[in-house]
């Protein structure tokens, strides 16, 4: 089971460590984690995409939520999230396969950042699954190098046609 | 020195230059930030500090030197922090210890980890390099707030002279409201000596709930449960004993017959002498509170963790009981095991609630079932033929001292001894390290306990393991004359570990046995205590009575067989009831 937690935590120095610290030290799985700063100067969003079952996911979520640095803590496994992620990827390109490579950057609209002789370099980004699909749509012609910026996410705004309203009267 | 002039200045204010009529050499000048740490011990009100001084923290004793405010120097930082952790759980105030850089600093982590796990409040300031050189591996430097990060609550590098205020404030906020802990504040040695004009801001932490509300609807649904039961139990921790909750316990357990299991952190909390009483419960508890626990109905966990010592194998826990957990801390409910009820909040204010709804309900049935398991189920120990019994010998101690006297165990088998032996009346009046069970605690939280309870009378039970590993600490007993008596129980070995290996490793004593142990009675009598060794169960009673009566500082060794064993026991992992049972030995 996978769990998305969006954490707004204060900004001050030390809470990443403290955050990634925590999920470490208790032995929880991460997937991934992205920090980065929010419309508020002191406040900084942290995405963690975690994995384990339920009872250790409720724990990471609690965990986090106790350490002083951190504001709040959504769960975003249950709710149709905002999601997106963005990544650099070096391919090679020798010989015969490069317009075959070409056409496929083309087909996945990848945005060419690097050109040389022999490789390329893309830009990716889009939900976690596009990125999930440019890699092993890129992953045959060899993959040289590749910078993953993990998952960020937001909670849909409330309202939105896309959130399912849990207490729906016509359900 | 004053190399930071980068840092964004608050504008100057008056109140900086109050340091100067201490008549400093230099004349007037603006405070430093070694004063301000000074200024703020004395607003604190902290009546006293726990320190070891080094080249980091030069600046601050040199603040500290005529400031008035009183400075306990120990003889080791683990010594320190452990006569902090000691100080704050005999009074439930916030330790307060110094230390400098480098070794100074992890010098401090076991004390950290201890406080940690017991949810003790204490502020650790540690001196750091200069800013200038952080990070570049210069003398003394040691990353502690990288280290103390898993031991304590929460913890500062100050990196801005104008902060230090503030960060003092929030440090010593954080450690003693909610649930307490340790902060450790690590201070460049630049900082000290920088200009310090701001004054602390309001603490403002959006996020942290230090007293979360309890959820009516979680009262109501927990006083539904406990009116079901037939035979319910009160599981009493630490957060009990913090929350301060005698009253509120008494009258539950009494309004409503419910049995009372008691843990290393609450001992006291509860009367041991009260008939609802069944002591501790667990690995070492006595059987009959364990057979209670294995037929209770509800189990009533009061800031408790459900610890594994207690609960052992998860699922064989209370197997037919409901389950209710109180606790201030959320991430505490269902960490170990779910529970069908809870109530997250003040435990005082969620059980004045309790207290309000609940009816007087009378559980004779119960009453009777836990009076007869007492009776057939009892903790029992052989008479022995003339040696001394531990066990007896700490109920004579029990019977010798009053409600008042706080008791402070070490680790191992003399602390469980002492849980199962010795009578607690009053809370935090049995001191021991239980999350962390860290063995050299003993000596240094009785200095703390004696410097929270001048005129108390403490009293430690250790062991001779224990006792060697903040040994150092009889000096500090010695120039602070604290009349500390100390029981040492002398087994000649490592008796709990050896024990696991009797019992569970063949009797393969794999460095358990020590082939050398000094006099102690000569030692203590170096270092100027009173002292004798007894070894004959006749010599006991009198030998206590000496001991206690005796003016100043005294140490009673107690010489006891290498083979005496704690039991009950329930190996660890098991079901509540799988008492491990000695095979005859004809011993
Ligand atoms: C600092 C530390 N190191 C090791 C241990 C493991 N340990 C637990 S009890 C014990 C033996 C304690 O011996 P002693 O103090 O003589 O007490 P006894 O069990 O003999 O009563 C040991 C080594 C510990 N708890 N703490």
Redesign the interface.
């Known amino acids: 089971m996978k769990k998305i937690l969006s954490i707004?935590v204060?900004n001050r120095?030390?809470v990443l460590?403290?955050v990634a610290?925590l999920v470490t030290?208790r032995g929880y799985n991460v997937e991934s984690i992205a920090a980065g700063p929010t419309q508020d100067r002191e406040v900084t969003r942290i995405t963690l995409v975690t994995s384990g079952d339920a009872?250790m996911l409720?724990?990471v979520t609690?965990?986090v939520?106790?350490l002083?640095?951190?504001?709040?803590v959504e769960d975003l496994e249950h709710r149709e999230a905002m999601t997106g992620e963005l990544a650099l990827i070096t391919v090679s390109a020798e010989g015969v396969r490069r317009a075959e490579l070409l056409n496929l950057v083309t087909l996945l609209g990848l945005t060419l950042v690097d050109i040389r002789e022999d490789s390329l370099t893309v830009m990716v980004s889009g939900s976690d699954m596009s990125v999930d699909m440019a890699v092993s749509g890129l992953a045959p012609f060899g993959i040289r190098a590749m910078a993953r910026t993990g998952l960020v996410a937001l909670a849909r705004p409330v309202g939105s046609i896309l959130v399912q309203d849990k207490e729906d009267p016509w359900c | 020195m004053n190399q930071n002039n980068k840092s964004p200045q608050v504008a100057k204010d008056d109140k900086g230059d109050r340091k100067n009529k201490n008549g400093r050499p230099g004349g007037r000048r603006p405070r430093n930030g070694a004063e301000a740490i000074i200024d703020f011990i004395k607003s604190s009100k902290i009546d006293l500090v726990f320190g070891y001084p080094g080249g980091a923290v030069i600046p601050l004793y040199d603040a500290l030197y005529d400031s008035g405010v009183r400075h306990i120097l120990t003889r080791h930082e683990q010594g320190a922090i452990h006569a902090a952790d000691g100080y704050a759980r005999a009074s439930g105030k916030v330790g307060v210890v110094l230390a400098t850089s480098g070794p100074g600093a992890t010098n401090l982590v076991t004390g950290l980890a201890t406080a940690y796990m017991d949810s003790v409040p204490i502020l650790a300031i540690t001196g750091q390099v200069a800013l200038s050189s952080l990070g570049s591996d210069s003398f003394q430097e040691a990353d502690i707030y990288g280290i103390s990060i898993p031991v304590t609550k929460y913890n500062y590098l100050i990196k801005k002279p104008q902060t230090l205020p503030s960060i003092l404030n929030e440090a010593y906020y954080l450690a003693s409201s909610g649930r307490p802990g340790p902060v450790l504040v690590d201070v460049p040695k630049d900082i000290q000596v920088a200009e310090v004009t701001a004054a602390p801001q309001r603490v403002d932490i959006p996020g942290y709930d230090p007293r979360p509300k309890p959820d009516v609807r979680a009262i109501d649904s927990f006083v539904e449960h406990l009116d079901n039961a037939k035979r319910p139990i009160l599981y009493l921790g630490g957060g009990a004993t913090i929350a301060n909750v005698t009253e509120e316990i008494k009258f539950l357990a009494e309004s409503q017959d419910m049995a009372v299991v008691v843990t290393l952190q609450a001992k006291g909390i509860f009367p041991d002498d009260h008939q609802l009483c069944l002591g501790l419960p667990g690995m070492h508890g006595a059987k009959y509170a364990n057979l209670a626990i294995n037929e209770s109905d509800l189990i009533v966990g009061l800031g408790v963790r459900f610890d594994d010592r207690v609960v052992g194998n998860v699922q064989r826990f209370a197997p037919y009981a409901k389950i209710a957990h109180f606790d201030i801390d959320p991430a505490e409910i269902g960490k170990r095991l779910s529970p069908d009820t809870a109530v997250v909040g003040d435990l005082k204010e969620a059980l004045e609630l309790v207290c309000a709804k609940v009816k007087k309900k009378l559980r004779g049935e119960w009453r009777e079932r836990i009076n007869s398991l007492r009776i057939s189920h009892g903790l029992v120990f052989p008479d022995g033929h003339g040696e001394i019994k531990p066990q007896r010998a700490i109920g004579l101690l029990s019977e010798a001292c009053g409600p008042d006297t706080v008791l402070v165990t070490d680790v191992g088998q003399h602390q469980m001894w002492a849980a199962q032996n010795y009578r607690s009346l009053k809370p935090r009046k049995f001191l021991s390290s239980g999350g962390m069970g860290t063995m050299g605690f003993g000596l240094p939280a009785s200095i703390g306990a004696q410097f929270a309870l001048p005129e108390g009378q403490i009293v430690l039970i250790t062991g001779d393991g224990s006792f060697q590993m903040c040994l150092q600490e009889l000096a500090t007993v010695m120039q602070y004359n604290l009349p500390i008596k100390i029981m040492l129980i002398n087994n000649g070995c490592l008796g709990m570990v050896r024990q696991w290996q009797q019992f569970f490793f063949n009797r393969r004593y794999s460095q358990t046995i020590f082939n050398f142990n000094p006099d102690f009675v000569a030692l203590a009598k170096v270092y100027g205590l009173g002292a004798e060794a007894i070894d004959k169960a006749s010599e006991v009673s009198n030998a206590i009575e000496r001991m206690l009566s005796y003016d100043g500082p005294y140490l009673l060794e107690v010489k006891i067989l290498e083979e005496e064993n704690v039991m009950p026991l329930i190996p660890a992992g098991m079901g509540q009831t799988d008492f491990f049972e000695l095979e005859e030995e004809g011993r």
């Open positions: 707004l204060r120095p030390g460590s403290h610290g030290r009872r409720e724990q609690k965990q939520n106790k002083i640095d951190v504001i709040n």
